[in-house]
Every structure is written in C-alpha cells, then in structure tokens.
C-alpha cells in the first residue's frame, strides 16, 4: 500500500528565506507527483506535476525534483513571501495515469513578514 | 473556460438526513474523481468516474455513500443518512478523456458539517 510522508509538518521562516519541504513515498513505481497549495477553507491549487521520467519540473520561483529510485521528492521555493503562506500537499499517482492520487498531510508554512 | 464547479460550498444537515454534492468537471473532462478530508487527516481517494461508469470505488464507505455520473449533468456524491463523523470537506477533481500528464485539477470542494 502507498503511504506518503511530508517534512515538516510545520514551518515558519522569514520572509525572502529559501525552503525545502520534503516528500517521501514508499511504493517507487509511480507514474507521476503533483504538488498542490491548499489555503484555509480552499481547494487545492495545482502548482507543478512531475512525471516518473523526469528529475525536475519548474514555475517561477519554485522547482521540484523527482528521485523515484529513492521515493523522493522535493519543492524548493525560492525567494519566500508571505503570500506563499499555506498548505503545501504532494500527491503521487500510481497508475498508467487514470489511477486516483495519494496524498501526504503537507505541510503547513508560514512566511512572515 | 471554467473550473472544475462544487456546489453547495457549505452544506449543513442534521444527523439522519441526506447530503448531496454536486460537481461539474472543467469543460472537455470526462473523468471525475471525489476525496474527501477529514479534519487533521489528508485528502483521501473515494471514487473515480467516468460519464455513466464507475471505474473505481476502492475508497467508499461500504453503506450509505454513492456516486454516479450521468451522461448529461455534473456528478453527484450522495450521503444517506449522515453522522456526525462525515462532517468533511469533500473535493471533486477532473481530469481530460487524453493527453500525456493526466494531471488532476481540483474544485472548491464542499464542507460538511453534521449536526
């Protein structure tokens, strides 16, 4: 059964920091990891997909990298604002692309001002 | 072109009632997908649909949850007689019938609270 992991639960950084949030994953032989945004009482803002070919995706001030060998994945946000303020999900799907997500419980950030 | 739609965005019922929820997927989609989240916990995978089929309802509740997807119309998530413990936020996604990502795209989601 999939399980997938994000560190930190929590974190808070000044703004203008650079941050790395963590994904892990147990069953390597994914098709493809999205990261999302969640703010409070919204839905969920797809930010990057990657597929299981590909080491490395990239929008504007984040970049996330695949390393499925190991059941990795990360986003680095580049530059932080208070803006960027929310709930950040990874999801990996298993399937020959039709198959449902599987989602960490994200992490919670907040920049500060 | 819009997003995928949910509504009600808030749905209040008293415990024994009925909830529905409606989706309607991004224009051109024709598979939709239903999580639900559960206060502190992650999104979790329900069912997945494609127009008048279910292709995967691994993630339902047993008894008293059902969804269909009509050939005309949005999906809809049917709770029978609700408990407190589905109070939830209930998210549908879509995704195109082709191309290369399959990438999901999410709704607003509808909130649920039993009373």
């Known amino acids: 059964k999939q399980e997938v992991t994000q560190i930190p639960a929590a974190l808070s950084v000044p703004e203008g920091e650079n941050l790395v949030l963590n994904c892990s994953f147990t069953d390597s032989a994914i098709y493809n990891l999205q990261w999302f945004r969640q703010d409070p009482g919204k839905g969920l803002t797809s930010l990057l997909l990657?597929?299981?070919?590909?080491r490395e995706q990239t929008s504007g001030r984040l970049n996330a990298s695949l390393d499925k060998s190991s059941g990795r994945s990360t986003l680095y946000i580049a530059a932080s604002q208070p803006g960027d303020s929310a709930t950040y999900l990874c999801?990996?799907?298993?399937?020959?692309?039709?198959?449902?997500?599987?989602f960490g419980k994200g992490t919670m950030l907040l920049v500060s001002p | 072109n819009a997003g995928v739609m949910q509504n009600p965005r808030h749905l209040v019922r008293r415990r024994g009632q009925e909830a529905r929820l409606r989706c309607s997927p991004m224009k051109g989609h024709s598979h939709v997908y239903w999580y639900r989240q559960l206060p502190e916990e992650g999104l979790k995978f329900m069912v997945y649909?494609?127009?008048?089929?279910?292709?995967?309802e691994s993630g339902m509740p047993k008894e008293r949850f059902s969804a269909e997807f009509p050939k005309e119309g949005p999906s809809i998530l049917r709770i029978q007689q609700v408990v407190r413990g589905d109070s939830a936020a209930y998210f549908c996604?879509?995704?195109?019938?082709?191309?290369?990502?399959?990438?999901?795209?999410f709704g607003p989601g509808t909130r649920l609270t039993v009373t």
């Open positions: 990657i597929q299981s070919s590909q």
């Open positions: 999801a990996v799907n298993l399937g020959s692309g039709y198959s449902t997500l599987t």
């Open positions: 649909l494609q127009k008048e089929n279910i292709i995967d």
């Open positions: 996604a879509s995704s195109p019938p082709s191309g290369r990502t399959y990438e999901q795209y």
